[in-house]
């Protein structure tokens, strides 16, 4: 007890000392203090000489509510605006601070109210955030030069005096006379100040101080000038950017600090955009390349970073065929361009190299137009190859491929180059075929040109393989004077009996020659493969002397039988362009084929890297940056650039695939496909979110044949990835064939299963899509594939997905109506009174109403058929016993269904029941069912009555 006493002798003391205190203050806890008694104005006047700092930034915070309750009154005015001055010159930082951020919404009240402000930003507003640019503490110049920027935003300050106040502040802040940190920030605000005063302030005002800043001594002032150099150039033009900024930003590319090479890749695309095509190509190119081989890791990275984005300044929809559309409402939207001539050049390599193949004289001008026209004709009547030389290559195992397709019969000689047998001392004398079998470099040449084999040169044109002309002074004298007959009667189209003739000599020839090369081999240990029987090669000649021209196959270690017989075209002018293309060699036995034009057909294992180094080929954007671009999904570029460059490429690559267009895919294709399979499921979910637009960019046929297998592979990736594909399902299949669009939806039902059941924005999106999807598909197939499913995410079990399954539901059953199918009426409607209308559970009750809400807010029907339908199974739930479904269904009677004219109509059959369910809900034991009950005015027990608590 002693110890209690204490203690409330202990509590009546402090309470003792705490009503002094209130009594010497003056006031209470509850009583009323003198401060609420005064107006916003008086109160401003107490409080702007405080000496508590506190209680003069309460005041500058409350600044804005005091100037507004003082507009009307003229002296009152004039005394708010006199005590924001007064605080404007507060020696507290934080109070200037305080007063800096109202002052922006002070300048748009006084633009509001402009009758009662007319010279007040003049006066007070832009002298003040003048004043502050120059102020010590760091905090009152940022807050000064956001407030400069908004007002300038807004258009409240006129241009003549941001050009006598402002902006020769801004210069002066950056001149070498001042502080480095103001110098510094001088160089950030005036680039963010010239988009907004202009091309004609900037160029005379800020263009020459901003150039000697580029060349600052300082490092970090370069910096700030690298890092918004994009700005000014955007501002002063292309002419000025390439005479005064360009030379620079070369400069400043190439500085010895790698932050200032840095901050120069990170605005590349911004200083791209600044020049013209021709500067981009050949000025910026070279310099970017060499940001991304810098020596600094973090220069590459921001570089790679940097390179699509700085790629994609390159597109022209006249290249591209695809034009990107700039939306009033902010959004971006693709589209093809009608009708554009695209350069044949920038399509094919093939034509590109054709073009390149200028002919030496008059006459093979002339030829070659005759064999382009007579190729032209063949082309457009469908003829097929009437001839085809297959070379089988290997030592030890034999492997058949198409070496040479040729166009026309018959075969141009095949000749034997003369050479000197290095290596043979073992067999005394040989025939010269022998000779030159045994050389190491030996090569049996197969010369061609447009004219037929009437060349003279030395060489055959881009092969660098040297011709049997020129090698036939090395030979014998009747092998030189075979050959220089053969080539004459191929290059003068003579008969073609004759020409076959010489062809079969030549093919026993070769069969001859490869025979004693491979007799060479055997004397030398290695046995080669079995040799023909000589019963086939008899059968061969026989075979070639017929009317009929053959298709020839000739091997390296056997001649193998003349197959595959086909009717001879007179004309040997295309078989002249043809064989332009190939060149047969015969190194050491081993035949090797060289191609020296634009030939369609090529060997297997060469056919892959040509057909590759000719899909490369573009015109659109230099090689070295596409070279660089498709590196970046090289896994040594992970541990030395960044590891997260395989996501920057995946992220760039519409913009990069819009650049080149959809005739250079074949550019990207191997790395869209190594991006699509990456370990990363990053980068496989930036592919994902970004699948709809390359389908948009490359067309429903590429679209077809690369991306529809890539896109199915993601539909059973993670659901990470998957809601990348399921977002934006619709933009993607609606640019499909209808017969490969409609496989997708026997595949809508496994984006009900999801690694994570909590993950419900996943169904969510899916009911979204689904909504989307009903204008892609007949009403037969919504009802069959994304009926089921709506009804499944109708009895989810979040709201917001269930609300928009209500929706999808709606919308099915308006394109139900629309067909007039009584079949497929009739079972969406059994099948919604069945899952719901009859459910055990009163959840499902309540969705059945909700659901009703939904169809006549969507007006999927006509008032009369949902009276039909779906009005008596609503009406049978005024007796449930649950409260929440008859708290919905007075709900959906009040708000729904009694505004409608058909349900007031007493002529309505359904009328006088609508109206028992109305009373019988009102005279409910449930006050909030009573309440939602009399809600409507149409209800013949309306009354006004106090929402339930």
């Not at 070496?403 to 141009?412: G, L, T």
């Not at 026993?508 to 493969?529: H, R, Y």
């Given at each position: 007890?002693?110890?209690?006493?204490?203690?409330?002798?202990?509590?009546?003391?402090?309470?003792?000392?705490?009503?002094?205190?209130?009594?010497?203050?003056?006031?209470?806890?509850?009583?009323?203090?003198?401060?609420?008694?005064?107006?916003?104005?008086?109160?401003?006047?107490?409080?702007?000489?405080?000496?508590?700092?506190?209680?003069?930034?309460?005041?500058?915070?409350?600044?804005?509510?005091?100037?507004?309750?003082?507009?009307?009154?003229?002296?009152?005015?004039?005394?708010?605006?006199?005590?924001?001055?007064?605080?404007?010159?507060?020696?507290?930082?934080?109070?200037?601070?305080?007063?800096?951020?109202?002052?922006?919404?002070?300048?748009?009240?006084?633009?509001?109210?402009?009758?009662?402000?007319?010279?007040?930003?003049?006066?007070?507003?832009?002298?003040?955030?003048?004043?502050?640019?120059?102020?010590?503490?760091?905090?009152?110049?940022?807050?000064?030069?956001?407030?400069?920027?908004?007002?300038?935003?807004?258009?409240?300050?006129?241009?003549?005096?941001?050009?006598?106040?402002?902006?020769?502040?801004?210069?002066?802040?950056?001149?070498?006379?001042?502080?480095?940190?103001?110098?510094?920030?001088?160089?950030?605000?005036?680039?963010?100040?010239?988009?907004?005063?202009?091309?004609?302030?900037?160029?005379?005002?800020?263009?020459?101080?901003?150039?000697?800043?580029?060349?600052?001594?300082?490092?970090?002032?370069?910096?700030?000038?690298?890092?918004?150099?994009?700005?000014?150039?955007?501002?002063?033009?292309?002419?000025?950017?390439?005479?005064?900024?360009?030379?620079?930003?070369?400069?400043?590319?190439?500085?010895?600090?790698?932050?200032?090479?840095?901050?120069?890749?990170?605005?590349?695309?911004?200083?791209?955009?600044?020049?013209?095509?021709?500067?981009?190509?050949?000025?910026?190119?070279?310099?970017?390349?060499?940001?991304?081989?810098?020596?600094?890791?973090?220069?590459?990275?921001?570089?790679?970073?940097?390179?699509?984005?700085?790629?994609?300044?390159?597109?022209?929809?006249?290249?591209?065929?695809?034009?990107?559309?700039?939306?009033?409402?902010?959004?971006?939207?693709?589209?093809?361009?009608?009708?554009?001539?695209?350069?044949?050049?920038?399509?094919?390599?093939?034509?590109?190299?054709?073009?390149?193949?200028?002919?030496?004289?008059?006459?093979?001008?002339?030829?070659?137009?005759?064999?382009?026209?007579?190729?032209?004709?063949?082309?457009?009547?469908?003829?097929?190859?009437?001839?085809?030389?297959?070379?089988?290559?290997?030592?030890?195992?034999?492997?058949?491929?198409?070496?040479?397709?040729?166009?026309?019969?018959?075969?141009?000689?095949?000749?034997?180059?003369?050479?000197?047998?290095?290596?043979?001392?073992?067999?005394?004398?040989?025939?010269?075929?022998?000779?030159?079998?045994?050389?190491?470099?030996?090569?049996?040449?197969?010369?061609?040109?447009?004219?037929?084999?009437?060349?003279?040169?030395?060489?055959?044109?881009?092969?660098?393989?040297?011709?049997?002309?020129?090698?036939?002074?090395?030979?014998?004298?009747?092998?030189a004077s075979q050959n220089t007959d053969s080539n004459q009667v191929n290059g003068g189209g003579g008969d073609a009996t004759a020409v076959e003739q010489n062809l079969n000599e030549d093919i026993k020839d070769l069969v001859t020659t490869i025979s004693s090369?491979?007799?060479?081999?055997?004397?030398?240990?290695?046995?080669?493969?079995?040799?023909?029987?000589?019963?086939?090669?008899?059968?061969?000649?026989?075979?070639?002397?017929?009317?009929?021209?053959?298709?020839?196959?000739?091997?390296?270690?056997?001649?193998?039988?003349?197959?595959?017989?086909?009717?001879?075209?007179?004309?040997?002018?295309?078989?002249?362009?043809?064989?332009?293309?190939?060149?047969?060699?015969?190194?050491?036995?081993?035949?090797?084929?060289?191609?020296?034009?634009?030939?369609?057909?090529?060997?297997?294992?060469?056919?892959?890297?040509?057909?590759?180094?000719?899909?490369?080929?573009?015109?659109?954007?230099?090689?070295?940056?596409?070279?660089?671009?498709?590196?970046?999904?090289?896994?040594?570029?992970?541990?030395?650039?960044?590891?997260?460059?395989?996501?920057?490429?995946?992220?760039?690559?519409?913009?990069?695939?819009?650049?080149?267009?959809?005739?250079?895919?074949?550019?990207?294709?191997?790395?869209?496909?190594?991006?699509?399979?990456?370990?990363?499921?990053?980068?496989?979910?930036?592919?994902?979110?970004?699948?709809?637009?390359?389908?948009?960019?490359?067309?429903?046929?590429?679209?077809?044949?690369?991306?529809?297998?890539?896109?199915?592979?993601?539909?059973?990736?993670?659901?990470?990835?998957?809601?990348?594909?399921?977002?934006?399902?619709?933009?993607?299949?609606?640019?499909?064939?209808?017969?490969?669009?409609?496989?997708?939806?026997?595949?809508?039902?496994?984006?009900?299963?999801?690694?994570?059941?909590?993950?419900?924005?996943?169904?969510?999106?899916?009911?979204?899509?689904?909504?989307?999807?009903?204008?892609?598909?007949?009403?037969?197939?919504?009802?069959?594939?994304?009926?089921?499913?709506?009804?499944?995410?109708?009895?989810?079990?979040?709201?917001?997905?269930?609300?928009?399954?209500?929706?999808?539901?709606?919308?099915?059953?308006?394109?139900?109506?629309?067909?007039?199918?009584?079949?497929?009426?009739?079972?969406?409607?059994?099948?919604?009174?069945?899952?719901?209308?009859?459910?055990?559970?009163?959840?499902?009750?309540?969705?059945?109403?909700?659901?009703?809400?939904?169809?006549?807010?969507?007006?999927?029907?006509?008032?009369?058929?949902?009276a039909q339908h779906f009005l008596p199974s609503l009406l049978e739930l005024t007796d449930d016993s649950i409260p929440n479904v008859k708290i919905t269904l007075s709900k959906t009677l009040t708000q729904y269904v009694l505004p409608i004219e058909y349900f007031?109509?007493?002529?309505?059959?359904?009328?006088?029941?609508?109206?028992?369910?109305?009373?019988?809900?009102?005279?409910?034991?449930?006050?909030?069912?009573?309440?939602?009950?009399?809600?409507?005015?149409?209800?013949?027990?309306?009354?006004?009555?106090?929402?339930?608590?």
């Amino acid at each position: 007890m002693a110890d209690l006493s204490l203690l409330g002798d202990t509590f009546d003391g402090d309470l003792g000392e705490f009503e002094d205190e209130g009594e010497e203050g003056g006031m209470g806890l509850d009583s009323q203090t003198s401060d609420d008694l005064l107006s916003p104005l008086q109160k401003l006047q107490k409080y702007v000489d405080n000496d508590n700092t506190f209680n003069r930034q309460m005041v500058a915070r409350n600044l804005l509510d005091t100037i507004r309750s003082v507009c009307d009154n003229p002296e009152e005015r004039d005394a708010g605006l006199e005590c924001m001055a007064r605080l404007s010159d507060d020696i507290e930082p934080l109070v200037r601070a305080e007063v800096m951020e109202q002052i922006p919404h002070i300048a748009m009240l006084c633009q509001e109210n402009k009758m009662f402000f007319p010279d007040t930003i003049q006066e007070y507003i832009l002298p003040t955030v003048v004043r502050y640019l120059t102020d010590n503490h760091n905090q009152v110049r940022k807050t000064s030069q956001a407030a400069l920027l908004v007002l300038l935003e807004q258009d409240l300050i006129e241009r003549a005096d941001m050009e006598e106040h402002v902006c020769p502040v801004i210069i002066q802040l950056s001149c070498e006379d001042s502080s480095d940190d103001y110098r510094t920030e001088a160089v950030a605000l005036m680039s963010k100040v010239a988009p907004l005063v202009g091309k004609e302030i900037t160029w005379r005002l800020f263009l020459p101080q901003f150039t000697e800043l580029c060349s600052d001594s300082l490092f970090h002032i370069r910096k700030v000038c690298a890092a918004n150099f994009g700005d000014i150039c955007n501002v002063v033009g292309e002419e000025a950017t390439e005479e005064m900024l360009l030379p620079k930003f070369e400069a400043l590319c190439e500085d010895s600090v790698w932050g200032v090479r840095k901050a120069c890749a990170e605005c590349f695309m911004a200083v791209s955009w600044a020049v013209t095509r021709d500067v981009r190509k050949i000025r910026l190119s070279p310099l970017f390349v060499k940001l991304l081989c810098d020596q600094s890791r973090w220069v590459r990275m921001a570089a790679f970073q940097a390179l699509g984005p700085f790629i994609s300044t390159f597109a022209d929809p006249a290249i591209s065929g695809i034009q990107v559309i700039y939306n009033a409402d902010g959004t971006v939207q693709i589209a093809s361009v009608e009708d554009m001539e695209v350069d044949e050049s920038a399509r094919t390599s093939a034509e590109v190299h054709l073009s390149q193949d200028v002919p030496a004289n008059e006459e093979d001008v002339i030829m070659e137009s005759g064999v382009t026209r007579l190729k032209r004709e063949f082309e457009e009547k469908e003829y097929e190859a009437v001839g085809k030389l297959e070379v089988s290559l290997g030592k030890e195992e034999e492997s058949e491929f198409n070496s040479f397709v040729f166009w026309r019969n018959p075969v141009p000689v095949i000749a034997v180059d003369g050479g000197s047998s290095e290596g043979s001392d073992s067999e005394g004398e040989q025939r010269p075929s022998d000779a030159a079998a045994n050389d190491s470099n030996t090569q049996l040449s197969l010369p061609t040109g447009p004219g037929g084999g009437t060349q003279q040169e030395g060489t055959l044109p881009d092969s660098g393989i040297s011709s049997p002309v020129a090698d036939s002074a090395d030979a014998k004298p009747e092998e030189a004077s075979q050959n220089t007959d053969s080539n004459q009667v191929n290059g003068g189209g003579g008969d073609a009996t004759a020409v076959e003739q010489n062809l079969n000599e030549d093919i026993k020839d070769l069969v001859t020659t490869i025979s004693s090369i491979n007799l060479d081999e055997k004397q030398e240990g290695v046995t080669p493969p079995e040799k023909p029987e000589r019963s086939e090669l008899a059968n061969d000649d026989a075979a070639s002397e017929n009317g009929n021209g053959k298709v020839l196959k000739a091997a390296v270690n056997e001649a193998n039988d003349l197959t595959e017989t086909a009717p001879q075209i007179g004309s040997t002018q295309v078989i002249g362009q043809r064989l332009d293309e190939k060149t047969l060699t015969f190194v050491n036995g081993i035949v090797e084929e060289e191609w020296s034009g634009n030939g369609a057909n090529r060997p297997p294992q060469e056919e892959d890297s040509e057909e590759d180094e000719q899909s490369l080929f573009q015109d659109v954007i230099p090689v070295e940056l596409l070279d660089l671009y498709l590196s970046m999904t090289d896994p040594s570029r992970a541990t030395t650039v960044d590891s997260e460059i395989a996501c920057h490429c995946a992220f760039s690559l519409p913009g990069v695939a819009l650049t080149l267009g959809r005739h250079n895919w074949k550019c990207l294709k191997l790395v869209y496909d190594t991006l699509a399979s990456d370990m990363q499921w990053k980068v496989r979910r930036t592919l994902a979110f970004s699948i709809h637009e390359m389908a948009l960019i490359l067309g429903d046929e590429i679209t077809t044949l690369d991306l529809v297998p890539i896109f199915n592979g993601f539909l059973r990736d993670l659901d990470e990835v998957r809601i990348g594909v399921l977002k934006h399902f619709a933009d993607f299949t609606k640019l499909l064939k209808p017969e490969l669009r409609r496989q997708y939806l026997t595949r809508m039902t496994d984006f009900l299963t999801t690694d994570n059941q909590r993950n419900w924005r996943f169904r969510l999106e899916l009911a979204e899509q689904l909504v989307l999807l009903c204008d892609l598909f007949d009403p037969s197939d919504v009802c069959e594939h994304l009926f089921p499913i709506a009804l499944t995410l109708a009895g989810d079990r979040v709201a917001d997905v269930r609300f928009t399954a209500y929706k999808l539901l709606g919308v099915i059953f308006k394109k139900v109506n629309v067909t007039n199918n009584a079949t497929l009426q009739r079972g969406f409607v059994n099948d919604i009174i069945t899952k719901f209308a009859h459910s055990p559970r009163w959840f499902g009750r309540q969705t059945y109403v909700h659901l009703c809400q939904k169809l006549l807010d969507e007006q999927s029907m006509d008032p009369e058929m949902f009276a039909q339908h779906f009005l008596p199974s609503l009406l049978e739930l005024t007796d449930d016993s649950i409260p929440n479904v008859k708290i919905t269904l007075s709900k959906t009677l009040t708000q729904y269904v009694l505004p409608i004219e058909y349900f007031r109509c007493r002529d309505n059959a359904y009328h006088e029941q609508l109206m028992q369910a109305l009373q019988q809900l009102q005279n409910d034991e449930d006050r909030d069912v009573r309440y939602f009950a009399s809600l409507s005015p149409y209800a013949a027990g309306y009354t006004e009555l106090e929402p339930p608590v």
